[in-house]
């Protein structure tokens, strides 16, 4: 396992205090309906011009109006209030929690994004670099490499019946290719998986992961220490990203030379 660098990571830990700078805390309560309520609905909204009888029926609805209105502020038990009172303080810490599990949840989300973005364009600059240099003896022959990074790509990873989609995910791509084939970087969530598969079926650039397994994945892990991963399921246990990027790379051109032998 292997430390990498922590340059262009995000990292720490929101306390709950401080995430709560972040929410409005403090709910208005209810002290009745406003003074400048709208009674035009009670049917004495209006300023037209009125009999007796009929002036005298609207004072008596207006009356039990004010009455039905007033209801909202008539004083209630100690045993009432304290329920409420409890009830309220019982809610608002469980929305409290919920926003802050919601926060540090968006925040660890934010620093796996980060940690992968900065591994994938870590490992490209090295695969370029050693495909420009292999260039100087491949260049004109099928085994030169073009490369190129598409960054942060989204993609539909689930459709339903009608082919509308019901699940997307956001991946880091980069890639190299020659003639035949493509060396595929795909970073998601907290793993980068490697492909290489043949070049035809990375140009339409369409899921082409779900017929082929990875050649290598690396498991990435945030800590406090900084970015941490790890080749898994594989017998090759690299020191630095170098190792890493030179194996996969060797990888690469040795899978061109045995079809292009064949």
Not at 7 to 25: A, I, P, Y
Request: charged fraction near 30%.
């Amino acid at each position: 396992m292997v430390k990498s660098d922590r340059r262009g990571v995000n990292k720490g830990h929101l306390s709950k205090e401080d995430s709560r700078k972040f929410v409005q805390t403090h709910p208005a309560s209810q002290n009745g309906l406003p003074k400048n309520i709208d009674r035009g609905m009670f049917g004495h909204g209006a300023t037209t011009v009125m009999d007796d009888k009929t002036r005298g029926e609207v004072a008596s609805h207006m009356a039990l109006s004010e009455q039905f209105l007033s209801g909202f502020g008539v004083e209630r038990s100690d045993r009432v209030l304290n329920w409420m009172d409890n009830l309220k303080q019982e809610s608002e810490r469980y929305i409290h929690a919920r926003r802050d599990d919601l926060l540090e949840d968006e925040l660890k989300a934010n620093m796996y994004r980060s940690a992968i973005s900065y591994l994938v364009d870590k490992m490209f600059q090295d695969l370029r670099w050693f495909a420009h240099e292999y260039n100087k003896v491949a260049h004109g022959t099928p085994l030169q490499i073009s490369s190129s990074i598409l960054g942060e790509v989204t993609e539909v990873v689930r459709v339903n019946s009608k082919r509308e989609a019901e699940e997307t995910a956001t991946f880091f791509r980069a890639r190299l290719s020659n003639r035949k084939h493509s060396l595929v970087l795909r970073g998601g969530a907290n793993r980068i998986d490697f492909y290489i598969v043949p070049v035809a079926q990375v140009m339409a650039m369409s899921l082409l992961e779900t017929g082929y397994e990875p050649v290598a994945s690396i498991a990435v892990r945030v800590t406090e220490a900084g970015v941490v991963w790890k080749l898994i399921n594989n017998s090759f246990k690299p020191d630095t990203l170098d190792d890493l990027c030179m194996w996969m790379f060797s990888e690469f051109v040795e899978t061109t030379r045995k079809e292009l032998d064949a």
